[in-house]
């Protein structure tokens, strides 16, 4: 057979581009090689030797051996006041590990607090995701010049502008991505949960609105478990130090890149969120005497780096630790998941349970709501079996917090966020049968489960399961929709001061119908 004429040319009109795409990738990721190392080791240090954050806690530690002392972390504005004390109140080390640090007031108070840490001889240790660290590059390569600090960027993309291409080169180890969020000071205390650094997840600052999540604070066991945990990962061969990939600035351009924080800082509505962190901090989030705390067993789950090269088997994934960490619910389970893929295999895990009696309450993000509507196409299809076998669907409403000021729950004050017109749900929080709660960054999904590294903490609390537990019922209606079945099957959305709904709020003609064939794509596995 021989091609001549149109189909010819139709040929070379695909393949040359194609050849050309193909021999681009090949070439930059030749071009751009990943560093490869070795990297000098370097590990966590001990509590320094009266250390005041240590004394903070000793009295309720000893009084309750073998147990952490635990503090929620609800409110936003809180959740970055403490971040902070902790930072001021640091003499030795400060450990931190993030998916996203953002260009934004949140993150320029982070990095003010930490030059002003290392100043005083505190040594600092950075560990970022790099596919979170958009805009950062000099930023980030300034820090790690000052004495005593170390910055690395975990799966870093050797192609620093175009991270496109880079991503198109190397796709298979640049789809998976840290997703763990923790940090350790002085040796003595730890936050980990669910938010990252920047504007998003403190304060009204971000155009898009707010993520709700929830953190903790903790003293004791649990804090060298995260020590050794952020150990592994900086010490793991994916994790580059930023000289690596990035020409450190020179003096005069870091002058002025601090430069540039400290006037962000002094523009009228950031200083007087700083003033207010500032008075917070005073007062004590985390170290004032009368601050609450928990005293329960605490237990860290997290995934091994070696997830991100596909190098470690099921049994060693978090999502397999957290089945046994949580156990089978015989009564209730509480399951909250801002992005939520059941898969075939969840829907019937979940209807299971709500078969044996189980009650089984869900809550995600709407369409209306989410930041990410592709995964919103992995979990649409999978309402109907869910509730057909008794499975309770809510999914959070962007205007739930302007139109219902929190009392409870997930956050109880949102100091300096109000007002805001669209919020996201994106705490990572279960509870099984009140006693034992999760807190974390891993999603029910399968990128979390399969691609991504996840870390969270199994806590055997009552107090603290049955505080979620029982505002689930206070708390959410008013700001989600309750998804249930009508008749013949069709689904339909209610809440309190609403006429039903029997299209998916939030969505279009449009929007329906990308989410329909977006249904049909093999793409479930890295949503």
Sequence with gaps: MHLHGLPLFLLLAVAIPLAASALTLIGARLTHPRPL?????AYALPP?????LAAAFAPGLAANPGRDAVHLLMDPFDALAARLELIAAATSSIDLQYYIWQDDTAGALMLEALRAAAARGVRLRLLIDDNGTWGMDERLAALDTLPGVAVRLFNPFPIRRARTLAWLADFHRLNRR???KAMVVDGAVTVLGGRNIGD??????APGGLYMDLDIAAAGPLVPAVATQFDRYWNAPLSVPVSALIAAPPPERIAVLEAADRARLTQPEARAYAEALAEAQQGGLVLAPDTPLTYADAKLVYDPPEKIVGLIESHRMLWRRLIRALGHPGSDLVLISP????TRAGVKALTRFARAGVRVRILTNSFAATDVPLVHSGYAHR?????KRGVELWEFAPDGESRHPPRDFLSHRLRGVAPFSRNKLH???FVVDRRRVFIGSFNFDPRSMRLNTELGVVIEAPLIAERITDSFDSFVPERAW???LAQAGKLIWTRPDEPPHAEEPGTTFGSRLILAVAQRLPIEWML
């Design 48 to 52: 320094p030797e009266g250390s005041a």
């Design 482 to 484: 309750r998804v249930e």
């Design 427 to 429: 705490a990572k929080v």
């Design 37 to 41: 190392g070795p990297f000098a080791p």
């Design 339 to 342: 992005y939520l893929v059941p």
């Design 383 to 387: 309402r109907v079996p869910l509730l």
């Design 178 to 180: 840290m997703h763990n």
């Design 200 to 205: 998003d997840y403190f304060n009204r600052f």
